[in-house]
């Protein structure tokens, strides 16, 4: 019995069907040279194809092609068997077949490429971003020490940003390390009074060379001239360590600190006004020797002294008016038992009497 679904080829099938029997008879006489390993087969097939395409009835076209498929296997196989040669197909899958990648056997595998330059790209952004975060945090900090004020020969009054005062003796600088909301810090090279503004929620630090002193309001004075730190505390109370935060001791009014051999020395002895007197341009001497009142007053006046070792020990008391060094030195020199001489501007040498 006929299958009414079976495919029912038409005249231009037939006539399609017969062109193709004829190409496989003469496959060997119709290939030309240029065109050898090509199907003859191939130009009807392709023919066919585009022709086929345009029928509605795709079910019988689909069957048709399997039979097509089938035939030509066959005849792939009855070639082989006749010559022992594999018969040459057009590289590459049939053009009625579904197209899939190929990949040879003798090839390496594909290797996945990693491109580094976004990801790099977003680190850099990122710490971009950080860095701006962090600038706007510390903005009002000053990551190097800021030279706020140098005296030359005269007094000069600072009014720092908390409203603090600080009046620096001639020839002497004021740093400052950092200031913020949570206290603020300064280098004194010199000698300075201050007169800190009460803030117990801020810290305010002076800074030398070799100590450091905090406090959180109060009047006291900072000076470095005398070989090593000395601070005298005049009102309030303020700790005065080493440079590092060890030996912390605490000052009361009227006490004196002293950096001497790694450790903070405390006194009671100086009196006030030989701390202060320079703020009223007077140096008050209480039994003090020479060689530490030479140190003050190269200091006050930026000038070169000299003084010869059996002078430095000796202990003068009195008062000197801080307006002209050579004034002041020819009555030290009188007071002590010592010459005067001054080879050149700005340098002087004290010699004692009997060495002349």
Do not use: C
């Not at 601070?231 to 009014?253: H, K, R, Y």
């Amino acid at each position: 019995m006929t299958d009414p679904n079976a495919y029912q080829p038409d005249e231009q099938d037939l006539k399609l069907a017969r062109l193709l029997d004829q190409s496989v008879d003469s496959v060997d006489s119709v290939r030309e040279p240029q065109a050898r390993g090509q199907d003859p087969l191939l130009p009807f097939l392709v023919e066919y194809k585009s022709a086929a395409i345009l029928k509605t009835h795709t079910s019988a076209d689909t069957h048709f092609w399997q039979r097509i498929e089938q035939a030509m296997e066959d005849r792939d196989a009855a070639v082989l068997a006749k010559t022992g040669v594999e018969p040459h197909a057009v590289p590459g899958p049939r053009p009625w077949r579904e197209q899939k990648p190929v990949i040879r056997k003798d090839e390496p595998a594909p290797r996945m490429t990693v491109s580094w330059l976004p990801l790099l790209t977003r680190v850099a952004a990122l710490l971009a971003l950080v860095a701006f975060i962090w600038l706007l945090l510390t903005r009002d900090q000053v990551l190097e020490p800021e030279l706020i004020a140098h005296t030359g020969s005269e007094k000069q009054t600072v009014t720092l940003l908390d409203g603090s005062r600080v009046t620096l003796r001639p020839h002497t600088e004021l740093h400052r390390i950092t200031e913020n909301d949570t206290g603020q810090v300064y280098r004194v090279s010199g000698e300075g009074y201050f007169e800190v503004v009460p803030e117990r929620q801020r810290q305010f630090v002076v800074m030398t060379n070799d100590a450091r002193v905090t406090v959180t309001g109060t009047r006291f004075t900072v000076g470095t001239w005398d070989r090593h730190t000395r601070v005298f505390l005049e009102q309030g109370s303020v700790m005065m360590s080493l440079a590092d935060s060890s030996f912390e001791t605490i000052l009361q009014p009227g006490e004196t600190g002293e950096v001497i051999d790694r450790s903070v020395a405390t006194s009671t002895e100086i009196p006030s006004e030989a701390h202060l007197g320079w703020l009223n341009d007077v140096l008050v001497l209480d039994k003090r020797p020479l060689a530490s009142i030479i140190r003050e007053i190269r200091q006050h006046f930026n000038v070169l002294i000299v003084v010869s070792s059996d002078l430095a020990d000796v202990e003068l008391s009195g008062t000197l008016i801080l307006d002209d060094p050579r004034q002041i030195l020819e009555d030290l020199a009188v007071s002590s038992g010592a010459t005067l001489e001054q080879p050149e501007p700005g340098r002087y040498i004290l010699t004692s009497a009997g060495q002349n």
